[in-house]
């Protein structure tokens, strides 16, 4: 079983930059596609963005396409999320999620989950 933990949140003024990382220990993430998900209190979590296991194919949500980026160092078992343009609507907390099976874009198909990172995005 993988065990994924996220770090890099925290508090940024609008249009600011972070840098998330999910880093995975317990097994190797190398053969796994992995995703970012974001979920505010009361909603379903979200689909931010996902990688392929080899990083080659990258995916991402329309509301984040051009600002944020997910890459992943296989080496070092770790996935990253640049955020980049930083909007108030971007605050919540962020989930790494290690695929199982399914559409890359569903909570579902996901077979373990980091406890999340906060950001928090002020105008």
């Known amino acids: 079983q993988v065990q994924l933990v996220e770090s890099g949140g925290g508090l940024v003024q609008a249009g600011g930059s972070l840098r998330l990382s999910c880093a995975a220990s317990g097994r190797t993430i190398r053969n796994a596609a992995m995703g970012w998900f974001r979920q505010a209190p009361g909603n379903e979590r979200e689909f931010v963005a996902a990688i392929s296991w080899s990083g080659g194919s990258t995916y991402y949500a329309d509301s984040v396409k051009g600002r944020f980026t997910i890459s992943r160092d296989n080496a070092k078992n770790t996935v990253y999320l640049q955020m980049n343009s930083l909007k108030p609507e971007d605050t919540t907390v962020y989930y790494c999620?290690?695929?199982?099976?399914?559409?890359?874009?569903?909570?579902?198909?996901?077979?373990?989950w980091g406890p999340g990172t906060q950001v928090l995005v002020s105008s």
């Open positions: 999620g290690a695929h199982g099976s399914g559409s890359y874009y569903y909570e579902r198909s996901y077979a373990a």
